[in-house]
């Protein structure tokens, strides 16, 4: 779905740009995309994938966050040794990437499934 997405851009990029029409064939694609762009159901998905951006990418730097508190944490405790200090900033970066990871691979899944919903609704007419 994205590459079909990035053709049809590249295309009409490279149309608009390498056209020979002129100044007068730019303006009425420009006018026709304006049009399209200001659609109801254009705006209606728009809005969708704001609110949907923001919900999900609020996840990812909270547990980026989490991920650094135990780090440090790990780093700065007193009651360790050295070598036990490493394995312990070892243990607690790797758990952390794990969750980052985990969090970033929920949001692409939730991301795919919005964008199957909004495909279907935009073929049904909803």
């Given amino acids: 779905m994205r590459g079909k997405i990035g053709l049809v851009i590249g295309l009409a990029a490279g149309y608009v740009l390498g056209s020979r029409a002129g100044r007068e064939r ?44 135990k780090v440090t944490k790990a780093a700065t405790s007193k009651d360790t040794s050295g070598d036990q200090k490493v394995a312990e900033v070892k243990r607690a970066a790797k758990s952390s990437a794990e969750k980052v990871k985990d969090a970033a691979a929920d949001a692409a899944s939730d991301a795919s499934a919005a964008a199957e919903a909004s495909s279907a609704a935009s073929r049904s007419g909803a």
Avoid at 39 to 67: C, H, M, N, R, Y
């Fill in 26 to 69: 730019y303006e009425q694609i420009k006018t026709q995309a304006e049009k399209l762009w200001n659609q109801p159901p254009v705006q209606k998905q728009v809005e969708k994938a704001k609110q949907f951006a923001k919900s999900s990418a609020a996840s990812i730097p909270s547990t980026l966050w989490d991920g650094a508190v």
